[in-house]
């Protein structure tokens, strides 16, 4: 039972527009959502996070947004650049308990063409 | 500051071998986590530990057994692997509920 889905295993976008990454959860009692980044033969790094009391946060170049109703989030990357080229996975915490056990997406790999 | 790191990187065993993945941070984080990753897969949790001297099941535990002696280490067992556990491991650390730092991976092929 897949809690948090990427239906899009792949995208493709020209450099300097806008890539947008989504990420679907199927539960509500969700605290946290994140991003993570992920290059080849590397460990994902955090990108950003929102917590589910909002609806939008932004960090630079990226924006991630969550429509509760809809149990549906977003990555906006503006502008997109090759570096940008890599698996993304989202990721939920549970509310509750001691710890922030992360329950993830199955990744999108975004290409960023120059 | 190294962050998270494991050793080994890549490793081959053949079934019914046994063998350890270590995890070692230097953030003083009290949450280690461990993760498997398969091809199509998300990142799945296998166990963590909320401090030194405790641990526990997450969500694919069977066929793994985990220690936490120090602070800054945790390390993941195979006792008698099988090639169902081909994949790759990370290793991840964290203060309470924020967020996971990863370690780079350790490859796993088991024949």
């Known amino acids: 039972d897949q809690q948090v889905k990427q239906n899009s295993p792949s995208l493709s976008v020209q450099e300097g527009r806008i890539s947008i990454l989504n990420c679907d959860y199927t539960n509500s009692m969700f605290d946290y959502f994140l991003w993570y980044k992920k290059y080849p033969a590397e460990g994902p790094t955090f990108l950003i996070s929102?917590?589910?009391?909002?609806d939008k946060n932004e960090d630079g170049r990226f924006t991630v947004f969550l429509n509760k109703s809809a149990k549906h989030l977003s990555l906006h990357i503006v502008p997109s650049q090759p570096g940008d080229s890599a698996v993304y996975f989202c990721a939920a915490i549970p509310y509750g308990g001691a710890t922030n056990k992360l329950i993830f997406g199955t990744g999108t790999l975004l290409a960023v063409q120059p | 500051n190294a962050g998270v790191t494991q050793t080994p990187k890549f490793r081959v065993l053949k079934t019914g071998q046994s063998m350890t993945l270590l995890c070692a941070q230097d953030?003083?984080?009290?949450?280690m986590y461990w993760y498997r990753q398969d091809p199509g897969m998300g990142l799945r949790l296998i166990h963590y530990?909320?401090?030194?001297?405790?641990?526990a099941k997450g969500e694919v535990p069977d066929g793994y057994n985990v220690s936490r002696l120090k602070k800054q280490n945790f390390l993941l067992g195979l006792e008698s692997a099988a090639p169902s556990q081909t994949s790759v491991y990370f290793c991840a650390s964290s203060y309470a509920r924020q967020t996971q730092y990863f370690g780079p991976g350790t490859r796993l092929l088991v024949l």
């Open positions: 953030m003083n984080h009290e949450y």
């Open positions: 530990s909320v401090g030194e001297g405790t641990t």
């Open positions: 929102i917590s589910s009391i909002k």
